[in-house]
C-alpha cells in the first residue's frame, strides 16, 4: 500500500502519557492509541500485526482438530452462579439490562461452553469434542497496567476439550502442548519461552503455563536447565525440586505469562451435569480441559523483548509488511526504479508498503524501523547508478545492495 | 471436512424455544445456539457463514479505501456525555468497575472515533479518512426478538467517513452507497432490498436505509417501482412524493432494514473539535458519514427470505461449504468412489463435507438440506454401475448424473 494512505502519524518521542514499554513503542509507531487505562483501540498497523498473530494460532488449532464458534460477551448470571463465580471471580465485570437481566462480561467461557457442548453429547460415540474461539475478553483489573499486556479489554484464544475419560483428556492435553509450543515457535518467542509448572487448583496436580523471560514480566519462575521447563512461585514451596530431573538447581528469573493450559477434569461438567452413556451404558461424566492465549498480550510481549533503540523487531511472520520501500529524494528515475519494485512485490502477493510521502529521508528511515517490515528497501540516485538497490532485513544490521 | 467431525446434532423438528422463522432454521440446523433472549453462540456451521458474510464486506470495504481497526467496546463515560448521548441513548449498556470507572458497552462508536482520528489530522493534506471495523456490539433492548435480526449482542460493521467539506463528504458517500449495493448484489439479496429515504435527523435532509422485503421486517416502505426507491414511513407524512421522480404511486411493503448510511456532517465533529488547516491556514470542521451493516441480521434476513420446505438455500458466496458428498449404503465400491471425489474437491481447494456417518440416507439426505452446501452429490450401488454421480443443486429442484 501507499504510506500517505496509512492512517500513521510521526511522532518524534515516545508517548508521555504510557510507562510501558510495549505501549509506548506501539503508541509512537501508530499501532495503537489507549482509550483509557487498560483499553486500547487497535489502528490498522497494530490489526495487521493482531491478525497475523491470531491466524498463526488458528491455523496451529485447526491442526490439533479444534473447531471454530464464537460465543457471546454476555454471560447470563445464573450460568455463572451454578458454579459459584459470580461472587467469587473477582475480575468479573457485571452489568444489568433495563429488563433486570443481569450478565458477566466475558472474562473466560467454561459457563457458555459447557451447556453448549453438554447438547452434542448423549453417547461415548459423540466424543471427543474440541472447539475454541479468538474473542474480546473482559477483566475489571483493579488496576490495567504494563500497556496491553494486562488490559480491561484485551484478545484472547480460548480452547476447550471434552473427553470420555482421565486418559483421553491427557492425549489431548499433550496435543495442546505441542500446538503452543509450535505457536510460540513461528512466533520467534520459543529461546525464551518455558513450560512451566503452575497450581493445579483443587483438582489437578499442576497447570502448565508458557512463560517468557522478561524483565517487565510479573511472574517469578525458577528454571531448571536441564530439562528447560520451570516452576513458578506460587508453587516452589510444594514443589521444591524439578518434576522432571529431580534436581533442585534453578536458575530465577521474571517471566510474562503467555499461555496456559488446564486440566480441568470434571470441576465444570459436573455442576452442568454433562454426562455420557458408555459401551456399557453406563453414565460418566465428561473430562474437561482449557487451553487459553492472549493474543493481544502476546503482540505486547514480542514488543517488550524483540526491539531495539530504533524500534520493534517483529519476527517474520507477523510482521505488518514484508517489503517497505523508500525511494531517496524526487529524482524521477529514482522514483520510477522504486515504483518498479513496487509493482514487482505486489504482482507477486507480497505485503509491500511503499512511502510516497513528501517527508525527509531521516524520518522516512526512522519511521520505517518503527513500522518495522521485515525488508527495507531504498532507491537512491546513487544505487541506481550501480543499476542496484538496497536490502536491510530489519534484524540485521548489514546492508546489501543487489541488482534491479 | 468428515462429516462426523462437524458439531452438529440431528434435529428433526424446530426449535419449540424460538419464535421466529431464522431462529428456528439457525438452530436446528446446529448454526446457532441460543444462550439467552437476543444472545446467541455460533456453532462451527455459523461461525462460517458468518464470516463468509463478513469477508464480502471487508472485501468491498477495501475497495472504497477504507481501513480496517478495532476499536473497544467498553466505552469512557465521559465521551457519551461529551456527546449527550449517555443519557439520551435509550438501549447502552451501562456499566461500572470496582474502581468507578463507568463505560458504555459499544452499540455505535461515533464517540471512539471521533477523538480517535482527531489525532490524525491537522491538515488538509490529512484528509480524507475511511476507517471501519467488524465487531461485536450490544444493544439493551427491551424486547430482544426475530431471532438474529434484533438482539442484544450482535455483529456490525461500521464505516467512518472524515473529508474536508460537504462536497468531498458527498462524494464518498455515493461510493459507499455504490460498495454496499455490490454487497447486496453478492448477497443474492439486490432484487428485493430497495435504498430507502429515511429520516436524515437535525442535521442532514435524509438518511439512507438499504432494506428487504420480508413480511417479518419491522419497517414499512413505500417503493416507487419506476425508480427502484422507496420511502420509510416515518418520513412520508413530509416526504410525499418520490424524491427522484416526483410520483406519489406507491407500493407499500414490509421490510427489514439490513443497511443504513447517515451524512453526520458535523455532528460529532463539534463536540470533538476535530478540525484542519485548509490550503488558506483557515480552520475548519471535518465533515463525518457512517455507514452500517449487521452482519448478522443481514445472515438471518437471508434466512428469513430464502428458505424452502427443507430448510435454508444459502447464496453460492456464502455457503457452508460448496460440495456435500453423500454415499448411499455401506456398499464398498459406492464409498470408494465417494471417497475419491472427496480428495479430488479437497485438492482443488473447495469447501467440501463428507456424510461419513452410520445414519440412514433419508436423515442424510434432510440434514443436507438444512446444511446447504450450494451443491450435493449422492453416490449409490445404482449410479456407479453406469459410472456417474447425482449432483444437485440446493436451489434448484432437478438432479443431474454425471460421470465419474
Chains 1, 2 share one sequence.
Not at 451404558?281 to 514488543?303: A, D, F, Q
Request: aromatic share 10%.
Amino acid at each position: 500500500m501507499l504510506q500517505s494512505k496509512l492512517i500513521y502519524k510521526i511522532k518524534k518521542e515516545f508517548s508521555k502519557d504510557e510507562d510501558s514499554l510495549n505501549a509506548r513503542l506501539l503508541v509512537q509507531g501508530s499501532y495503537i492509541k489507549k482509550e483509557a487505562s487498560g483499553i486500547y483501540t487497535f489502528l490498522p498497523l497494530g490489526l495487521k500485526v493482531l491478525s497475523n498473530i491470531e491466524n498463526i494460532i488458528r491455523e496451529e488449532m485447526n491442526k490439533i482438530d479444534a473447531s471454530e464458534i464464537l460465543m457471546p460477551a454476555l454471560i447470563p448470571k445464573e450460568n455463572l452462579v451454578k458454579t459459584g463465580r459470580w461472587d467469587t471471580f473477582d475480575v468479573l465485570f457485571k452489568l444489568k439490562s433495563q429488563t433486570n437481566n443481569e450478565y458477566g462480561l466475558g472474562a473466560t467461557h467454561e459457563e457458555i461452553v459447557t451447556p453448549l457442548i453438554s447438547d452434542f453429547i448423549s453417547s461415548y460415540k459423540n466424543l471427543p469434542i474440541f472447539v475454541y474461539q479468538i474473542q474480546t475478553k473482559f477483566r475489571d483489573e483493579k488496576r490495567a497496567k504494563s500497556g496491553i499486556l494486562r488490559g480491561r479489554e484485551f484478545r484472547m484464544k480460548d480452547l476447550y476439550s471434552f473427553s470420555k475419560n482421565e486418559d483421553d483428556l491427557n492425549v489431548y492435553y499433550e496435543n495442546a502442548l505441542s500446538a503452543y509450543k509450535k505457536i510460540y515457535e513461528r512466533l520467534n518467542l520459543s529461546d525464551i519461552t518455558y513450560l512451566t509448572y503452575a497450581s493445579g487448583g483443587t483438582f489437578s496436580k499442576y497447570s502448565h503455563e508458557f512463560q517468557t523471560l522478561s524483565e517487565v514480566g510479573e511472574d517469578d519462575i525458577y528454571i531448571c536447565d536441564k530439562c528447560n521447563v520451570a516452576i513458578n512461585e506460587e508453587i516452589i514451596e510444594e514443589q521444591k525440586v524439578c518434576p522432571i530431573c529431580g534436581a533442585s538447581d534453578f536458575r530465577k528469573e521474571k517471566a510474562i505469562e503467555v499461555g496456559n493450559i488446564f486440566k480441568l477434569k470434571t470441576k465444570f461438567s459436573e455442576p452442568f451435569s454433562v454426562k455420557y452413556l458408555d459401551e456399557k451404558n453406563k453414565e460418566n461424566l465428561v473430562y474437561m480441559g482449557c487451553y487459553g492465549i492472549g493474543s493481544s498480550r502476546v503482540m505486547g510481549t514480542i514488543v517488550e523483548v524483540s526491539h531495539d533503540d530504533s524500534g520493534i523487531i517483529w519476527p517474520e511472520e507477523i510482521a505488518p509488511f514484508k517489503y517497505h520501500i523508500i525511494p531517496v529524494g524526487n529524482d524521477e528515475e529514482v522514483l520510477e526504479e522504486a515504483n518498479k519494485l513496487y509493482k514487482t512485490y505486489l504482482e507477486k502477493g507480497d505485503e509491500v508498503l511503499f512511502d510516497d510521502r513528501d517527508e525527509s529521508t531521516g524520518t522516512k528511515l526512522k519511521d520505517a524501523d518503527l513500522i518495522s517490515a521485515t525488508y527495507r528497501i531504498v532507491v537512491s540516485k546513487k544505487t541506481i547508478e550501480q543499476g542496484k538497490f538496497e536490502l536491510k532485513k530489519r534484524s540485521d544490521k548489514e546492508i546489501q545492495l543487489l541488482s534491479l
